[in-house]
């Protein structure tokens, strides 16, 4: 057996695939794509088979609080039974402690999320309106000094209210590089490995990294920018349609097709790959998030490619052939 450490983005996958699989609201369109996952690259099955290992201590934790009981609750049930099982697992060290360190545990036990290819849309109790990208999570925290988003995952796009409490609490997004501030405004955050980025509709943000000594920036309407634990930059201007995902779509302008495949694959289980040699091709167009086999089939009317179907859970867009 190798020795060799597992990259820690493989490990989350597969710890995510993994908790998909225990939720008991798999289905078997989860289960091939999980399989296409693993069967993609041999690290995948390495990092599969080691939470496999792990899992083998569910086997003396009651049925009920290991897995059943993760599904048909009430959410702070549901949340609670979930820390119940990781938590059993994380006193023989395994698999939860693995979970937690990537991020799994957060976002299992997470006040909102959203699976893959799901928008959700919600309004919190000050009436700021929230709407969860694909795969995104969120706590919320409000007390009487702030109103504090943690976004743990993904991104989301909000619509700041304002306050009614006596004592002005400001509204902030907290991601792992620091917090997004708004001041009375419109705008979208994404939690990336490295850094978050930032986009303003309305208002303006400030942009505050984590270390205490970077300074703050502040983005106007109709900017981005993003910042990472030591430093924060503006970007120039936000698209219009940098929040199209809301509604189910993606817009490309001369977008390279590498990048754009990347996105789509963001609202799609399985694998979805581009071969190399068609990376660099520019796309401009509107592609729908809700049904990417359709935008896929779309690209190879448009573009001199073709798709090559390992399973419906695993393409590859690759150049024409003949």
Not at 155 to 181: C, F, K, M, N, Y
């Amino acid at each position: 057996m190798s020795a060799t450490p597992i990259a820690p983005a493989v490990l989350q996958r597969a710890a995510e695939w993994m908790a998909r699989l225990w939720s008991g609201e798999a289905s078997e369109a989860d289960a091939d794509a999980c399989a296409a996952w693993r069967a993609a690259h041999p690290e995948h099955e390495r990092a599969w088979a080691r939470l496999q290992r792990f899992e083998q201590q569910f086997d003396t934790i009651p049925r009920e609080v290991a897995r059943g009981a993760l599904t048909g609750a009430p959410r702070q049930q549901h949340r609670r039974r979930v820390l119940q099982a990781l938590g059993l697992i994380a006193s023989g060290g395994g698999a939860a402690l693995l979970a937690h360190e990537t991020g799994l545990w957060q976002r299992a036990t997470s006040d909102y999320r959203t699976a893959i290819g799901e928008t959700r849309a919600i309004v919190l109790a000050d009436g700021s309106q929230v709407v969860l990208d694909t795969a995104s999570a969120i706590d919320v925290a409000y007390n009487a000094g702030e109103r504090r988003i943690v976004l743990r995952a993904g991104a989301i796009l909000v619509e700041s209210a304002p306050d009614t409490a006596s004592r002005h609490r400001p509204l902030l997004v907290q991601t792992r590089q620091g917090t997004a501030t708004a001041l009375g405004t419109h705008f979208v955050v994404r939690a990336e490995a490295d850094s978050s980025d930032v986009a303003v509709f309305e208002g303006v943000v400030e942009m505050r990294p984590l270390h205490e000594g970077a300074p703050a920036l502040r983005l106007p309407a109709g900017s981005r920018g993003s910042y990472s634990n030591h430093a924060a930059q503006a970007h120039g201007q936000v698209e219009e349609s940098a929040a199209a995902w809301t509604q189910g779509s993606l817009v490309a302008e001369r977008m390279r097709l590498a990048d754009l495949l990347a996105e789509l694959a963001r609202y799609r289980h399985g694998v979805l790959r581009c071969d190399e040699r068609i990376a660099g091709l520019r796309v401009t167009g509107v592609y729908s998030l809700r049904d990417i086999d359709r935008s896929l089939a779309n690209l190879a009317l448009s573009l001199p490619v073709e798709l090559a179907y390992r399973t419906r859970f695993w393409v590859t867009v690759r150049p024409r052939q003949g």
